[in-house]
């Protein structure tokens, strides 16, 4: 059975660092891309950070020089390192996984950045 476990959201001050993990279990192949998105309350889920099967790195505009997305050999683990947080950060959080031309999530881990 796929699943996609995700770890590590919180609560913290702005400028403060959190660090989410999603470890994907029961994929039989390799995964392709590896996505993190995010949705605020009232607004649209939208794609923070992606990473495909060979490595190549694409930021949303608004996270990028802050956020650092990152895969492991396998493959099967990817974690978002996030930096200098701002509330407009605050978000549930939704790990993303690519396989096989369908896409799967995981459940969300709230983010929340105070002021």
């Known amino acids: 059975q796929v699943q996609l476990v995700e770890s590590g959201g919180g609560l913290v001050q702005v400028g403060g660092s959190l660090r989410l993990a999603c470890v994907a279990s029961?994929?039989?192949?390799?995964?392709?891309?590896m996505a993190w998105y995010r949705q605020a309350p009232g607004k649209q889920r939208e794609v923070v950070a992606i990473?495909?099967?060979?490595?190549?790195?694409d930021y949303a505009d608004s996270v990028r020089g802050r956020f650092t997305i990152s895969r492991d050999n396998a493959g099967n683990t990817v974690y978002l390192s996030m930096n200098s947080l701002k509330p407009e950060d605050t978000a549930v959080y939704y790990c993303?996984?690519?396989?096989?031309?369908?896409?799967?999530w995981g459940q969300g881990t709230q983010v929340t950045v105070s002021s």
């Open positions: 029961g994929f039989i192949f390799s995964i392709d891309d």
């Open positions: 990473v495909d099967r060979f490595g190549k790195i």
């Open positions: 993303n996984v690519k396989y096989w031309n369908n896409y799967y």
